[in-house]
């Protein structure tokens, strides 16, 4: 009986701390008013950092300042936008990889050269209402 009661207590918790979710924002500025729409990415592993996002919002670019509210658990993600500008779903870039619409993260990090990483683009989301400015260039 006493293993059951601790079973459930242990699950009972365990399931709210996971369930919490916290509040971001996310505005997304120098956005080309009026082309295309803006993607936002968000990774919660490295493994599959600008290959499979964790999940995927989207918003007509009608303004040059885009706001987006996202609710995640608290843990280390990264964050990637572009502005797709030709409406196709994919970020068009060069045969060298170098993207040819506008792009950002959630550090502002801008690599010298290749793509970023996950620990380059990573954030740690601890409280609710956290806030963010990810500027595309």
């Known amino acids: 009986m006493k293993k059951s009661i601790l079973s459930v ?7 709210f701390v996971n369930a919490q979710q916290l509040k971001m924002n996310v505005d997304v500025t120098n956005v080309q ?6 993607v936002l990415n968000v990774y919660d592993k490295k493994e599959n ?3 499979t996002a964790y999940f995927t919002k989207v918003q007509k670019a009608n303004q040059e300042i885009l706001k987006f509210q996202v609710d995640l658990p608290r843990g280390t993600y990264a964050i990637t936008v572009f502005q797709d500008l030709d ?12 993207p ?12 010298d ?3 970023p990483t996950f620990r380059d683009c990573s954030i740690y989301v ?11 260039y």
């Open 9 to 15: 207590l242990v699950f009972g918790v365990s399931y």
């Open 33 to 38: 008013k009026g082309k295309g729409t803006v």
């Open 49 to 51: 950092f600008l290959k």
């Open 87 to 98: 409406n196709n779903g994919d970020l068009k870039s060069s045969w060298l990889g170098i």
């Open 100 to 111: 040819k619409e506008p792009v950002g993260n959630s550090t502002n990090f801008k690599p």
């Open 113 to 115: 050269g290749g793509a």
């Open 126 to 136: 601890l409280k609710n209402d956290s806030k963010i400015t990810i500027d595309l």
